[in-house]
């Protein structure tokens, strides 16, 4: 059993960055590759970024390639999501998960409650 939270979601102008963390439990959190995703209202959830358990491979939707960056460090059980030159589009809520395998479905078996991110313009 793995539990997430969510952190650091908040308000930001267009052109502006945001660093989502996303907490886990466990011991063998660096067994487990973690994914982003995103959810607009009345749009499907949606991948973002996903990086391995060592966080030697990563992998990012083409609509944030360049402007985002996923990065874990497992001493501290922890994965973030830098976003920048953030776009009024990128407004969601950003939930992590995590799986025995990097996967950009969101067939995940573990997932967090969620941090929304609200980009003005």
């Known amino acids: 059993q793995v539990q997430l939270v969510e952190s650091g979601g908040g308000v930001v102008q267009a052109g502006g960055s945001l660093r989502l963390s996303c907490a886990a439990s466990?011991?063998?959190?660096?067994?487990?590759?973690v994914g982003w995703f995103r959810q607009a209202p009345a749009k499907e959830r949606e991948f973002v970024a996903a990086?391995?358990?060592?966080?030697?491979?990563?992998y990012y939707a083409d609509s944030v390639k360049g402007r985002f960056t996923i990065s874990r460090d497992n001493a501290k059980n922890l994965v973030y999501l830098q976003m920048n030159s953030l776009k009024p589009e990128d407004t969601a809520v950003y939930y992590c998960?995590?799986?025995?395998?990097?996967?950009?479905?969101?067939?995940?078996?573990?997932w967090g409650q969620g941090t929304q991110v609200t980009v003005s313009s």
């Open positions: 990086i391995s358990g060592s966080g030697g491979n990563t």
């Open positions: 466990g011991r063998t959190f660096s067994s487990y590759a």
């Open positions: 998960a995590a799986d025995r395998v990097v996967i950009r479905t969101t067939a995940y078996d573990y």
